[in-house]
């Protein structure tokens, strides 16, 4: 019983508890990693507005999913069990003569069926280019994502057999599969294709495969696993006084202030209340800024208002981008900066309340049912393989709150404790760019583009290396370029994907006539 514990392990508990906040909204929409890699819903209907959900974005139609065997364990050869890995393919296209196209699976939920039709987020280019050069298009989902589930549950032990190094080994016997069953030859060679995660993924499957995979296109791909990643926080600062986007040092100043506020009301008992009706908190009369735990996922909830990964230029809604976020942040006539805060968080809600219950992520976090454990997915592999952990250190640019300081890189290995008992994090992260060369592999016809504004570009490759061109679309976000046109796209974003398509048909094209180590770069 807690009665006797130890005062060491008492103080290790409560930093358990305080800290599992942090992580519960990966949303699982599947369009790109997340600031926080889980959280439980942020917003309660209080029936004063409209549901907030994530539009899809696109209808899903195209051929019906296929299915393939698959190892649970490719380095274990005494261990024979197997599951099904779900997969589409798209031969529209294809003559026989043509490149294969992968799009590659990752965090999320299930891929849909119109992501060999239209692409989807990840892969709206590499559809446009298929039409084009008359591909043979598949896409994969990962293991533990979407539908393709190895395990009953997701308990620890279950979730052993997820990693990178095992989906790696996934896509490399879909395309021996494949070779075979569709009868292609050297003469079709595969590029893969991928954003975020998936981008992380597309590239790896290149260097370690390359008699497999002939060519790469990688967008914002976090490729150097990091524990503590302040780079984050730092772009996000970047992209708050960027004036190209419409930031300004103003805006920077008046979000810095609004936090540093927001942080001395949460330290002060007597201000709690007052922050539960300004922030229009949930369930007010149980008081849940009482709560340690709630006060730091309250802060973490008013930075998450802001939508500095998805920041399109044409948008049309307050503070849908940064232009209109620092609109917002700047306009004097909504009151000092806390208040503007606080209309920022209230246009994020939508008219909701702001769930602070920290228990609910708790639960979530240790739920190991196939149902209710989606949280513990992803957040495993960040614990047992790349950290990103986005801290606000006060040694850092992070506009947030750091002080007092709530999110510390402890806080988060505490987490991976509790979820999992994993213990050994800061070791685990350098092995996997030890694996797979961080942000200085060596290896060809591999294609790295990433987003000015995208905070996710810190931790990927912006400059060009030998045979591994580089390119940074200026005031793009996340991965933009990857998506299906649309007629309001920035000229940055049209010329990105003309770069990348003169790249890979120049590397197609000289297929054969370079000697694998020095293929034609144009970027």
Known sequence: CSSSRSPKAKARMAVLLLVTASILWFGQSGAALQQHPFRTSLWKDNGAGESIAVDAGFESKGPKAQWITQPLDHFDAGYNKTWQQRYFVNSSF?????PVFLCVGGEGTAIKSSVV????????LMMTMA??????VFAVEHRYYGESVPTPDLSTKSLQWLSSRQALEDLSLFIVSMNEKYNLTSQNPWVSWGGSYPGMLAAWIRYKYPHLVYAAISSS???RAVANYQGYNDVVAYSLRAE???GSQDCLDSVRAAFAELGLLLATPDNLRDVENQFNVCDQRGHPLDVANNRKKLAEVASMAFTFQENDMACNKPGCNIAKVCSVMTDEARGQPLDRLADMVALASGGYCVDVDDSADVRALTNTTLKGGKARVWFYQTCTEFGFYQTCDPDSHCPFTSKPWMSTLESWYAQCELAYGVQDTAARVPRSNAHYGGDRPAGSRILFANGEVDPWRAASITTS???QPALVVKGASHHQWTHPPKPTDTAEVIEAREAITEQLNKWLDDMGNDDGRKPIDLI
């Open 117 to 124: 039709t239209t692409g989807e987020v990840h892969c709206g």
């Open 94 to 98: 294809f003559d026989g003569t043509g």
């Open 465 to 467: 290396l030998p045979h």
């Open 221 to 223: 791909a976090p490729v």
């Open 244 to 246: 190209d986007i419409g």
């Open 131 to 136: 039409a084009e050069k008359k591909a043979l």
